[in-house]
């Protein structure tokens, strides 16, 4: 987490805890990087380490995604972002 070299860095978890849509983080041409978690989530202690290391979490979504799907949402909104 610490050593990632990417401009805007985000992670997807499904906690109650607060939040912004991936849909409205602020568009950016630098580079992005955006943690799915595993099947059952990402533990707390993932969460709170990525967000030390300056990951943003966002959500993809009312709607609980699986994690293969998950990536292929994140990217298709990142992407859309950066055609807009």
């Known amino acids: 987490l ?3 070299a990417h401009q805007r860095k985000y992670i ?3 906690s109650s ?3 912004m849509s991936l849909n409205q ?3 950016s041409n630098d580079s992005q990087i955006i943690l799915i978690g595993p099947e059952g989530d990402f ?3 993932e969460i709170a380490a990525a ?3 300056n990951y943003l979490p966002v959500s993809l979504g009312k709607t609980r995604l699986r994690t293969e799907t ?3 949402v994140a ?3 990142l992407l859309q972002k950066s055609i807009v």
């Open 12 to 14: 997807a978890h499904g």
């Open 43 to 45: 533990t707390r202690e």
């Open 51 to 53: 967000m030390a290391a």
């Open 25 to 27: 983080a602020p568009f």
């Open 17 to 19: 805890d607060e939040k």
């Open 75 to 77: 990217a298709v909104l």
């Open 70 to 72: 998950a990536g292929i």
């Open 2 to 4: 610490a050593t990632s």
